[in-house]
C-alpha cells in the first residue's frame, strides 16, 4: 500500500535552548541547508524515530519522491527512496522499526511545517515526512506534527515539483545528501 502523507495540528512555538532538530543538506534543483525544530514536547514517539534514523545515516542520499506545487514535498522512504536505486516504487516504504502510533496536537499545517506521511491508518507512520510549501489545513488533527523549517524555507520552495495528481518526481529527484541530528 503506497504511503501518502496524513500528519496532525496546534500552535507552533519557538524552539527551546538545547531543542532537537535537524540539517538537511538538499542537492538538485534546489541547494542548500534546511533546519528543522522537532517538537519533541508534541511527538516525542515521532521525533526518536526521525531521530533515530537520521543518527544511522538512513536518510541519506533519500529523495523527494512526491512533491505537488502550493502543497508539500515529501520524502524519507529509507526503503525505497534511495538516490540511485529503482524509485519506481518510492513512497511504498519505510524503515526496518515498527510504525509509530499517531500524536496528533493543535497545531496547525502552516508554511514550513513538518508532518508525518503515513498510509490510511492513523497509527502507520514509520520513516517517511513532508514538507508543507503553504497552508493545508485540511491536514489538521488527521496527522502528526513533527517539527517546523526554522532556515532555509526558500531551499524547500526551491525542490523540483513532481507532476499529476499525486506529484511523483519525473526524472531526477532532489534529494536530501546528508541529514543529521543538531541539538
Same mark, same amino acid.
Given at each position: 500500500?503506497?504511503?501518502?502523507?496524513?500528519?496532525?495540528?496546534?500552535?507552533?512555538?519557538?524552539?527551546?535552548?538545547?531543542?532537537?532538530?535537524?540539517?538537511?543538506?538538499?542537492?538538485?534543483?534546489?541547494?542548500?541547508?534546511?533546519?528543522?525544530?522537532?517538537?519533541?514536547?508534541?511527538?516525542?514517539?515521532?521525533?526518536?524515530?526521525?531521530?533515530?534514523?537520521?543518527?544511522?545515516?538512513?536518510?541519506?542520499?533519500?529523495?523527494?519522491?512526491?512533491?505537488?506545487?502550493?502543497?508539500?514535498?515529501?520524502? !524519507?522512504? *529509507?526503503?525505497? #527512496?534511495?538516490?540511485?536505486? &529503482?524509485?519506481?516504487?518510492? /513512497?511504498? =516504504? +519505510?524503515?526496518?522499526?515498527? $510504525?509509530?502510533?499517531?500524536?496528533?496536537?493543535?497545531?496547525?499545517?502552516?508554511?514550513?511545517?513538518?508532518?508525518?506521511?503515513?498510509?490510511?491508518?492513523?497509527?502507520?507512520?514509520?520513516?517517511?515526512?513532508?514538507?508543507?510549501?503553504?497552508?493545508?489545513?485540511?491536514?489538521?488533527?488527521?496527522?502528526?506534527?513533527? !517539527?517546523? *523549517?526554522?532556515? #532555509?524555507?526558500?531551499?524547500? &520552495?526551491?525542490?523540483?515539483? /513532481?507532476? =499529476? +495528481?499525486?506529484?511523483?518526481? $519525473?526524472?531526477?529527484?532532489?534529494?536530501?545528501?546528508?541529514?543529521?541530528?543538531?541539538?
Amino acid at each position: 500500500m503506497r504511503k501518502f502523507l496524513i500528519a496532525t495540528a496546534a500552535v507552533l512555538t519557538a524552539g527551546a535552548a538545547g531543542a532537537t532538530g535537524l540539517e538537511i543538506e538538499v542537492e538538485g534543483e534546489a541547494n542548500g541547508t534546511v533546519t528543522i525544530d522537532l517538537l519533541e514536547d508534541v511527538a516525542p514517539q515521532h521525533v526518536e524515530r526521525i531521530t533515530t534514523l537520521a543518527e544511522q545515516g538512513a536518510y541519506d542520499g533519500v529523495v523527494f519522491h512526491r512533491v505537488i506545487d502550493g502543497f508539500m514535498a515529501q520524502t !524519507g522512504d *529509507v526503503q525505497f #527512496g534511495k538516490e540511485g536505486g &529503482d524509485l519506481s516504487r518510492a /513512497g511504498m =516504504g +519505510g524503515s526496518d522499526l515498527p $510504525d509509530v502510533p499517531a500524536e496528533f496536537s493543535d497545531i496547525p499545517f502552516d508554511k514550513g511545517v513538518v508532518g508525518m506521511a503515513r498510509s490510511q491508518n492513523p497509527n502507520s507512520a514509520n520513516s517517511q515526512f513532508f514538507i508543507m510549501f503553504d497552508e493545508g489545513y485540511f491536514l489538521n488533527g488527521q496527522y502528526t506534527v513533527v !517539527g517546523r *523549517v526554522t532556515g #532555509g524555507q526558500d531551499v524547500v &520552495d526551491a525542490i523540483k515539483r /513532481g507532476t =499529476g +495528481g499525486n506529484g511523483a518526481v $519525473d526524472g531526477t529527484p532532489d534529494v536530501m545528501r546528508k541529514v543529521t541530528v543538531t541539538e
